[in-house]
């Protein structure tokens, strides 16, 4: 059974600074979605990861994806409040044929 | 392009009735698939449709079913509701295939008094 753990799971960060959200997974993937949800509101989808090495970034954010390890990480860079959020990280495990398995998200609070 | 669709947004109910959600997909894409969000549990996989098949199944009791139609428009039904299942109930749709990016309607908020 497939397995994703995210830490930390609350992070409250000072704006300005950098910090870096961890997703492990349990069985080899290497199909990987970032996702954001502020309070009361939807996922909205942020990063697609579809290969070993794979990096992308969007503004403050970088995603990044190393298969082997079975990691992948969402870097903040020089946080401000607007990245205040749920981020979650989900894997796919047979695409197409398998439902994407989500952490349970990590709550980040950016304050001044 | 139209996002993700869902009715109603909010909805209460009392325990042992039962209750019907809606979801319009994005054009083009023909899975649809169903969590239960909560503060306790959180996204919780329901079930997902695809091409009118459902194709995958998470761990809730029959009470839950779900139903796609031809145009991929989706409903789920929860029968004799119980207060625990208070919930966000959120749709997503993909194009089930290669790649599962999934998109997110804007759920619906079930509260069961």
């Known amino acids: 059974e497939l397995k994703v753990e995210q830490n930390p799971l609350f992070l409250s960060m000072q704006e300005g600074k950098n910090y870096t959200i961890y997703c492990n997974y349990s069985?080899?993937?290497?199909?990987l979605y970032w996702y954001r949800q502020d309070p009361g509101k939807s996922l909205e989808s942020l990063f697609v990861l579809l290969s070993n090495g794979a990096v992308k970034q969007e503004g403050r954010l970088m995603a990044s994806l190393d298969t082997k390890a079975r990691l992948s990480t969402l870097h903040i860079t020089a946080a401000v409040h607007d990245l205040s959020a749920t981020y979650f990280c989900a894997v796919d495990l047979i695409p197409g044929n398998t439902p994407l398995v989500f952490g349970k998200g990590t709550r980040l609070s950016v304050i001044a | 392009k139209a996002g993700v669709t869902q009715t109603p947004r909010y909805l209460i109910k009392t325990r042992g009735q039962q209750v019907t959600l809606s979801c319009s997909p994005i054009s083009g894409h023909r899975s649809v698939s169903w969590y239960q969000q909560t503060p306790g549990q959180g996204l919780q996989f329901l079930f997902e449709y695809f091409s009118e098949t459902q194709r995958n199944k998470g761990n809730f009791p029959g009470r839950f079913s779900g139903r796609q139609f031809s145009n991929s428009r989706s409903e789920m039904n929860v029968s004799t509701l119980e207060l625990g299942d208070s919930a966000l109930y959120l749709c997503a749709s993909s194009l089930g295939q290669i790649i599962n990016e999934q998109f997110f309607g804007p759920g619906t908020r079930l509260t069961v008094l």
């Open positions: 069985t080899t993937s290497d199909r």
